[in-house]
């Protein structure tokens, strides 16, 4: 697949994944009952998992890719902590994973294996699992139907923990993620950035608005 091509797919499930998010979102501070809007927010993070790893291919440096990142999830942090918990925003899993993905290509597996521990025990989002969806996605960008058994199999090993059970709806996206798509669309790559700590304030506040 060419760059062009490619930017325009990734822009297409990056539009997919911000909707899911959001509709996640909604359904956790505002509809709590309404377990379908979190299984459709499921397919949010193997989308971005998916962004993150073209992401790595791109970039011209993955350090400062990497310093975006954590830039972004320390001004995300707040309205993270006061609307969802006081835990890592995915911004830090996401910055770990290119973390993970840096150690693959430079071959430091120490790395890697640190970069695991410092996400499992922080209490990063999706953990080790998000981690290695990343990782999985870079590995076989270039030919996708070699990433769903190993991501398959380490999704089923993540919802076998009861609370992590809807995580299953997850794997409905790899049909996104695997489909060809023709569509031209092109999208800021700051949108996503700024979109995650302004939604999840607006939510907030829409949420005090309602108690």
Same mark, same amino acid.
């Given at each position: 697949?060419?760059?062009?091509?490619?930017?325009?797919?990734?822009?297409?499930? /990056?539009?997919?994944?911000?909707?899911?998010?959001?509709?996640?979102?909604?359904?956790?501070?505002?509809?709590?009952?309404?377990?379908?809007?979190?299984?459709?927010?499921?397919?949010?993070?193997?989308?971005?998992?998916?962004?993150?790893?073209?992401?790595?291919?791109?970039?011209?440096?993955?350090?400062?890719?990497?310093?975006?990142?954590?830039?972004?999830?320390?001004?995300?942090?707040?309205?993270?902590?006061?609307?969802?918990?006081?835990?890592?925003?995915?911004?830090?899993?996401?910055? $770990?994973?290119?973390?993970?993905?840096?150690?693959?290509?430079?071959?430091?597996?120490?790395?890697?294996?640190?970069?695991?521990?410092?996400?499992?025990?922080?209490?990063?989002?999706?953990?080790?699992?998000?981690?290695?969806?990343?990782?999985?996605?870079?590995?076989?960008?270039?030919?996708?139907?070699?990433?769903?058994?190993?991501?398959?199999?380490?999704?089923?090993?993540?919802?076998?923990?009861?609370?992590?059970? $809807?995580?299953?709806?997850?794997? $409905?996206?790899?049909?996104?993620?695997?489909?060809?798509?023709?569509?031209?669309?092109?999208?800021? /790559?700051?949108?996503?950035?700024?979109?995650?700590?302004?939604?999840?304030?607006?939510?907030?506040?829409?949420?005090?608005?309602?108690?």
């Amino acid at each position: 697949m060419d760059a062009t091509h490619q930017h325009e797919k990734n822009d297409v499930l /990056k539009l997919l994944a911000i909707i899911s998010m959001l509709i996640d979102h909604i359904g956790y501070g505002l509809f709590p009952k309404v377990m379908v809007l979190r299984y459709i927010g499921r397919l949010a993070f193997p989308i971005f998992a998916y962004h993150i790893a073209i992401g790595c291919r791109y970039t011209k440096d993955l350090h400062r890719y990497i310093l975006r990142l954590f830039s972004f999830a320390l001004i995300s942090q707040i309205p993270y902590t006061i609307y969802f918990r006081p835990s890592p925003n995915i911004f830090f899993s996401l910055a $770990f994973g290119v973390m993970v993905i840096q150690a693959y290509k430079e071959n430091k597996p120490w790395l890697a294996l640190l970069v695991a521990f410092i996400a499992h025990f922080s209490g990063a989002s999706y953990g080790i699992y998000g981690l290695m969806l990343m990782l999985f996605f870079y590995i076989h960008q270039d030919n996708l139907q070699k990433a769903i058994l190993p991501i398959i199999l380490i999704t089923l090993t993540y919802c076998a923990v009861p609370r992590y059970g $809807f995580q299953i709806f997850s794997l $409905f996206a790899l049909i996104p993620i695997c489909h060809p798509w023709n569509i031209r669309l092109h999208i800021n /790559k700051y949108i996503f950035y700024w979109f995650y700590p302004a939604h999840i304030l607006l939510l907030w506040f829409i949420k005090q608005g309602l108690t």
